[in-house]
Nanobody, 116 residues
Framework: QVQLVESGGGLVQPGGSLRLSCAAS????????MGWYRQAPGKQRALVAS???????NYADSVKGRFTISRSNAKNTVYLQMNSLKPEDTAVYYC??????????WGQGTQVTVSS
């Protein structure tokens, strides 16, 4: 089992920044990739960014150049640095962990609201 705890969401003005954190615990040795997804009201959950155990990254086109995903192996934590935030970035952000031989694990979600 893997437990994921997200933090760092909140209310920010357009153009502002936030950093989300996702701390993993439990059977973390089985994780080979982690990512951030988001779901806005009335929309499907979609990939924002992902990072593999080898630190390869992937981003949604809408966030390229503004968001950066990174990881700290020492802290078993994945981060999402979000800069130049736009109102359309407003969503619940979820952390996901892909582990060998089991269905993905999801965090509980953290709300990000971009509004003036």
């Amino acid at each position: 089992q893997v437990q994921l705890v997200e933090s760092g969401g909140g209310l920010v003005q357009p153009g502002g920044s936030l950093r989300l954190s996702c701390a993993a615990s439990g059977s973390i040795f089985s994780i080979y990739a982690m990512g951030w997804y988001r779901q806005a009201p009335g929309k499907q959950r979609a990939l924002v960014a992902s990072i593999t155990s080898g630190s390869s990254t992937n981003y949604a086109d809408s966030v390229k150049g503004r968001f950066t995903i990174s990881r700290s192996n020492a802290k078993n934590t994945v981060y999402l640095q979000m800069n130049s935030l736009k109102p359309e970035d407003t969503a619940v952000y979820y952390c996901k962990a892909d582990a060998r031989g089991v269905l993905p694990y999801w965090g509980q979600g953290t709300q990000v609201t971009v509004s003036s």
